[in-house]
């Protein structure tokens, strides 16, 4: 989804396949189709279109997935669209 994009390389998401059991729960639940399902078990095709939600994390059996929800900068882009104001994550790396 290359409209979907935030800041690269900045998402919490972490993917372990050795953990996961390729229930192929995170590619239902994801809004912007980070995973896909590929040789049995999930694959994080598109990180930087993670906007850190945690769905993929809940809905995840195994915990293979973790991700920091409502956090980092995809969290102060989207507060700034909302709010009409700036990006602002307070992470002090001068990103935003």
């Not at 979907?4 to 639940?29: F, H, I, Q």
């Not at 994801?30 to 850190?52: I, L, N, Q, W, Y």
């Not at 809905?59 to 929800?69: E, F, K």
Request: net charge negative; glycine share 14%.
């Amino acid at each position: 989804m290359q409209e979907l994009r935030y800041l690269s390389g900045v998402a919490s998401l972490e993917l372990n396949r050795d953990k996961c059991a390729g229930c192929g729960m995170c590619t239902v639940v994801c809004p912007h189709r980070v995973f896909e399902f590929r040789e049995g078990k999930a694959e994080a095709v598109d990180r930087d279109a993670c906007m850190e939600c945690g769905a993929c994390a809940l809905n995840c059996p195994t915990g293979a997935i973790s991700v920091s929800p409502g956090v980092g900068c995809a969290q102060a882009i989207i507060k700034g669209w909302l709010t009409g104001g700036p990006a602002n994550c307070d992470c002090g790396d001068g990103c935003c």
